[in-house]
């Protein structure tokens, strides 16, 4: 590890991310004008600083150069500091001496348009960036013990299936469940596309695994009331009938599954001859149907201003259930009102097929267009014939979407976890990591993140299982280290006012037993809100510093920092 | 310390594409040894291949990098390119494998991708499949500057040193003394294999069928996806400056045909699952380089089931200039000037009609990796009708034979959040043979 009483020597990386940056600033310019600011011994620039070889240039240069100091001006620390960090680390670098200057994002992308101005501003960032590196310090990661154990909240499919991994990988597992039984929504199918399984089957399947299974204490009728703690350490209160029961975790895995729509002053739905797609099923179960001519209409509820999301399953749902009604009786007469049939890949794009051939009638309608229900008819407009097409039902099957669960937000309160605007929950990246929140050690599995079948919904299970066995595999875990703190040197500027305490949102402050503020290092994430908010300034926040905040802004006006 | 070290055994995985990778990386975290064979000289298959991925149109490789050099670094992952998995016996929980090792003739751990090789070999001319074909390199190459590993190799059919014995330049002129003509194939045999998973990815329908009725191949402005997404990446063969093949101007007017090869009895029947999404991305990628552009999709069904895609489709129509017509075309012609003319049924009038565009681009069908069928024989696992890795109900990860698994699109089309969701539901169901439970 490198001395801090040694002289600042910066080494300045220039990326071109491909022509993301390339394209716009001059990039040679950049490195050039890098090499002229104060301590900066060596610049470069490449194509892509994060390949393999902009890397080797990173280590090589830190090593010949003997550079305390690393600037990378590329993209976004959230995607890309682990990855130079390491870097920095494996050429004897502490990793809090690196830093990141955002040329991408706050520069070349938004004034692809000024490439002269653009490069001003790039100058100007770069300039601040190495009056901040100038005063980075040397920082320690915290190491916490792992608890080899996981909390399942939700025992539909999904979370199922993740309790059932996560056990046979060895890991003590709690499984929640709010309703009386498990099972979730499999419990109100009556047989599943694509194979026509029955649903009870699937479910009596696991569901005897689970209870089977001495690693996996199962609680229904439960509800987690409080969740404190962090990776590898959480502790949760569940309270299941009154009791209060306490357990502690590693990790946690968010499946509580989604709610059908009920589609409330929707194409005419009364419950008894105009019902949902979930209501059929009910009624395929004991096969208690008595109708020749049957209409289903796709899209109820959604994919319109208030829902603007495709629900995944309903089109297969749809045409499982019409074929189930067209086995058992070929003469009834079914049509489904679709706006695009969603069967996607193999499968179920070969039920659409099959479905079509055994005589059910599809009819592709508009959104400015809807059917028109009546008391025993639809008026439906077809744009390819240019006119009106009357179809008499007895009965009226509206598939609807899942939506998000009303009790979400509580879930992602106690679990300090994000919603998206439909109030399903905000995984940590939408393509790259779609199991896991941005929260370490919290993981998101099923329809609680987006509708979609079961299928997908056991896939996305074992998924999040794969997530957290990667903490709980490990003894220990390093945590990070640029954390608020209260120097000694400062306790007596703190006049007790708990502003900070009030104020932080992962609950790390707390009062000792000499009534001093104290900081929990393994809670705090460093947001500086702490540090913001104290009136005396008495809190210090590790890495981002008042100096080092001061120095850009000083740079950026052409000082030093006095 | 690792959790699972003290009892854990080894893995095999095939192929080094995002599923690929994303499992490697999940189980080699949780403290299992990964033996990751891939078939080309580098990592990252399709999804490096990319411009951008819907629904947040980042920067495919910007997002995949990170993982691309996690991989390549991690202690627990043994990268095997250029290879093949050739033998495989036993069971789950003990399979042994033979992998055959293809030779760079460069030394891995020698050369530093400066690229003196390259510059000074005088074979020219071998099509880089890497930009879909439409770059050619010299018999020393690397299939893309920031490749994971970043080593270069020699083309063992095209070099004439290897062919015919004469040449030898890029030997004089490597400073490093990486470049090893006595390099012969290797046979690496593995025991202890606890579990295999299959992430072997996809073809696409133009790698065997010429889509005549769409003048692929014959007329020089209908180009497929994954061309157009050469032609449109900044690291592509047009620095992302989008121009015309046959005469170099910036189109104006692009069509998008949809379920080119797939949808129909004559090819493919089933729906390749990303097209509808991805051909949205390249219109709106499009218009952001030039806001000129007109986009016209011709689509069968929108398919925009996943998270943010119904939306993603809105912001196309209403911000992107893109018209969607909902339609199969009939036929593809061209003008004098090599505009492509797209003879269409209006189906909201049912008039056949014309529309002469700039430039066409085919959302072509997504077919099995052409290495599957050798791939199943070799495991004993079974396929579908098509030659996609046969698995089971509800289960997705798991395939025909016990102890061995598949993600991604191996199995059936997906998309890129599925394939990875998949990957790590394989990595699950390994890790629960790894420990012996």
């Excluded at chain 1, 670098?93 to 706050?106: A, P």
């Excluded at chain 2, 990815?201 to 010429?210: A, H, S, Y």
Aim: net charge negative.
């Amino acid at each position: 590890m490198k001395s801090e009483d040694e002289p600042i020597r910066i080494g300045v990386f220039v990326c071109h991310c491909g022509t993301n940056i390339g394209g716009v600033l001059d990039c040679e310019g950049l490195t050039e004008y890098a090499a002229t600011l104060p301590n900066v011994v060596f610049s470069d620039h490449n194509l892509y600083t994060c390949a393999e070889i902009g890397l080797k240039t990173i280590k090589e240069a830190i090593e010949e150069h003997n550079l305390n100091r690393v600037i990378v001006c590329s993209c976004t620390p959230r995607t890309h500091e682990p990855l130079f960090r390491s870097a920095c680390e494996e050429a004897g670098l502490n990793k809090y001496l690196f830093s990141f200057v955002n040329i991408r994002e706050q520069c070349s992308w938004v004034h692809m348009k000024k490439p002269e101005d653009a490069f001003e501003k790039a100058k100007d960032l770069i300039k601040m960036g190495v009056a901040r590196a100038t005063k980075l310090e040397a920082l320690e990661t915290i190491v916490v013990d792992v608890d080899p154990s996981a909390l399942v909240i939700g025992g539909g499919i999904s979370g199922m299936n993740a309790a059932s991994n996560l056990s046979k990988q060895g890991f003590k597992t709690y499984l929640v469940e709010k309703e009386k039984n498990l099972g979730g929504l499999l419990n109100s199918l009556y047989r599943l596309f694509p194979n026509d399984q029955e649903s009870s089957e699937l479910l009596k399947d696991i569901e005897s695994r689970i209870q089977a299974d001495k690693n996996i204490t199962v609680y229904t009728s439960t509800m987690i009331t409080s969740i404190d703690g962090f990776v590898g350490n959480f502790e949760v209160e569940i309270n299941q009938n009154g009791n209060s029961i306490r357990i502690k975790v590693g990790a946690i895995i968010v499946a509580v599954g989604a709610t059908p729509l009920k589609p409330i002053n929707l194409f005419g739905y009364d419950g008894k001859i105009r019902i949902t797609q979930f209501e059929l099923e009910n009624v395929l179960k004991n096969y208690s149907l008595n109708a020749n001519n049957i209409v289903m209409i796709q899209c109820v509820g959604t994919r319109n201003e208030e829902r603007m999301y495709c629900s995944n399953f309903c089109c297969m749902s749809a045409l499982k259930n019409a074929l189930i009604i067209k086995e058992k009786n070929p003469d009834v007469h079914i049509a489904i009102l679709f706006r695009d049939m969603h069967t996607p890949g193999i499968a179920y794009e070969e039920y659409y097929r099959r479905a079509r051939e055994s005589g059910i009638i599809f009819i592709k309608y508009s959104p400015e267009k809807p059917p028109i229900v009546e008391e025993n008819k639809i008026k439906i407009y077809n744009e390819y014939l240019g006119t009106e097409i009357i179809i008499p039902y007895e009965l009226l099957v509206l598939s609807t979407p899942l939506i998000a669960n009303e009790d979400n937000k509580q879930i992602a309160q106690l679990l300090k976890v994000p919603l998206e605007e439909n109030n399903f929950f905000l995984e940590a990246h939408v393509k790259l990591r779609p199991n896991d929140f941005a929260t370490d050690g919290v993981y998101i599995a099923g329809s609680a993140k987006w509708p979609v079948d079961i299928t997908e919904s056991i896939s996305q299970g074992y998924a999040a299982a794969a997530r957290a066995s990667t903490i709980l595999s490990h003894d220990t875990l390093e945590v990070e280290g640029a954390t608020s703190y209260l120097p000694e040197e400062y306790k007596d500027l703190c006049r007790g006012c708990e502003i900070c305490l009030k104020l932080c949102p992962y609950k790390a402050i707390r009062k000792n037993e000499k009534d001093e503020i104290e900081i929990i290092q393994v809670l705090c994430k460093g947001c500086g809100v702490c540090g913001a908010s104290c009136p005396k300034k008495a809190i210090k926040i590790k890495h981002f510093t008042n100096e080092q905040i001061l120095s850009e802004i000083y740079a950026l006006g052409g000082k030093e920092l006095p | 310390m690792y959790y699972l070290e003290r009892n854990s055994s080894n893995v095999l995985i095939i192929g080094a594409g995002i599923a690929g990778i994303q499992a490697a990386l999940d189980l080699a975290d949780m403290g299992v040894k990964v033996h990751l064979v891939e078939k080309r000289p580098c990592i990252g298959g399709k999804m490096a291949q990319l411009d951008k991925t819907f629904p947040t149109l980042d920067c495919s490789i910007c997002i995949l990098a990170p993982k691309l050099s996690d991989c390549y670094r991690h202690p627990n992952i043994t990268l095997y390119t250029l290879s093949e998995v050739q033998k495989v016996d036993g069971s789950e929980g003990n399979f042994s494998v033979e992998i055959l090792k293809h030779p760079r003739y460069i030394k891995e751990d020698v050369c530093t991708g400066c690229g003196d090789c390259a510059k000074i070999c005088p074979v020219r001319g071998i099509l880089n499949y890497f930009d879909a074909n439409l770059v050619t390199l010299a018999a020393a190459y690397i299939p893309f500057p920031s490749a994971v590993p970043p080593i270069y190799l020699i083309d063992r059919k095209r070099c004439v040193y290897l062919t015919h014995g004469i040449c030898v330049l890029c030997t004089k002129a490597c400073d490093a003394e990486a470049i090893d003509f006595t390099q012969k194939d290797t046979i690496i045999k593995l025991n202890n294999i606890s579990s295999i998973i299959i992430a072997s990815g996809f073809n696409l329908i133009e790698d065997i069928n010429p889509l005549k009725e769409y003048g692929y191949k014959k007329y020089p402005n209908v180009v497929t996806a994954l061309e157009f997404e050469r032609l449109i990446c900044a690291s592509g063969p047009q620095q992302g400056h989008l121009r015309r093949l046959s005469d170099g101007i910036d189109p104006k007017k692009i069509a998008y045909i949809q379920c080119a090869g797939s949808r129909n009895i004559k090819d493919k029947k089933y729906c390749s699952s990303i097209c509808c999404m991805y051909t949205t991305k390249e219109a709106m990628i499009t218009y952001e380089h030039d806001n000129e552009v007109e986009s016209y999709v011709f689509y069968i069904d929108m398919r925009a089931g996943g998270k943010g895609f119904q939306k993603f489709l809105e912001r196309g129509k209403a911000e992107y200039n893109i018209n969607y017509i909902n339609n199969k075309i009939a036929k593809i012609k061209v003008d004098e000037n090599e505009n492509p003319i797209i003879i269409y049924e209006d189906l909201n009038d049912g008039k056949i009609k014309e529309l002469k565009v700039d430039l066409v681009v085919l959302a072509t069908c997504i077919i099995p990796s052409e290495g599957n069928k050798k791939l199943a024989d070799i495991l004993g696992v079974d396929l579908d009708e098509y030659n996609f890795i046969k698995t089971k109900p509800f289960f997705s990860m798991e395939t025909s034979k016990k102890g061995i698994f598949t993600c991604g699109c191996s199995h059936e089309p997906m998309d890129i959040p599925r394939s990875v969701a998949e990957a790590s539901s394989a990595a699950a169901r390994v890790a629960e043979i790894a420990k012996g439970r």
